[in-house]
């Protein structure tokens, strides 16, 4: 069955620390990623995806996230995070199973100290 | 911009009661899903949509039901709610299967409370 699984479920960081969020998924045909970020009080929303080409995809705020096709990954990173990055973050993946389901991942908390 | 709407932020019913969710969406998309969301469980599919009157189940369908009669609308249904339901639940659109690599729009949510 298809699965998302996210290695941290909470990172507490300080301002100007690298950042980098584990994810891997397990299905074996194409599928398409997607990170997703909920700030306090806000509803989900797009943060950046790959579906193809590059496997090294920006997003919005400076992150990026690489595809690594071998090792099922698909991690987030950013070099630097600020205390308004303080988020809970959903990595999710879409294959076609019907109507291109999506499955998220258990997510992760992230809490930048000033 | 894409709009997704829920009709309530906040519910409190009773258990035993059947309690109706609804979602509208104001950009023609095919797809239309309901997910419940729990701390350290993340988000779990619940029922999808991929056009009117079409529904799929997601990998949490008990107790619920769904409803598309329209396209812009996808409605959730507890038949009988149960405290185990106390949750956040969050509807979601996308394009079809012609735009495979679609991402979801996420509506604000309604936390439901079953005492």
């Known amino acids: 069955a298809q699965s998302v699984s996210q290695h941290n479920h909470h990172v507490i960081l300080s301002e100007a620390a690298s950042l980098e969020l584990g994810c891997n998924y397990s299905y074996g045909g194409t599928v398409n990623l997607f990170w997703y970020v909920q700030y306090p009080g806000q509803h989900l929303q797009l943060l950046l995806k790959?579906?193809?080409?590059?496997?090294l995809v920006k997003g919005i705020k400076g992150f990026e996230a690489e595809f690594i096709k071998s090792k099922f990954s698909f991690n987030l990173r950013k070099p630097s995070v600020q205390w308004s990055d303080t988020a809970e973050y959903f990595c999710?993946?879409?294959?076609?199973?019907?109507?291109?389901?999506?499955?998220f991942g258990a997510g992760t908390r992230l809490f930048v100290k000033a | 911009d894409v709009k997704v709407t829920q009709s309530s932020r906040y519910l409190v019913k009773r258990t035993g009661e059947k309690v109706f969710l609804e979602c509208v969406q104001d950009?023609?998309?095919?797809?239309m899903f309901w997910y419940r969301q729990d701390p350290g469980l993340g988000l779990r599919l619940i029922y999808f949509?991929?056009?009117?009157?079409?529904?799929e189940k997601g990998d949490i369908p008990e107790g619920y039901s769904v409803s598309r009669e329209k396209k812009e609308r996808f409605s959730l249904i507890l038949e009988s709610a149960s405290t185990n339901q106390t949750s956040m639940y969050l509807c979601a659109s996308s394009l079809g299967d012609r735009a495979e690599n679609s991402p979801l729009h996420f509506g604000n949510g309604t936390r439901l409370t079953v005492t």
């Open positions: 949509s991929y056009d009117v009157k079409m529904k």
């Open positions: 999710a993946a879409r294959a076609y199973t019907g109507g291109f389901k999506t499955i």
């Open positions: 950009m023609d998309h095919e797809n």
């Open positions: 790959y579906f193809s080409g590059d496997p």
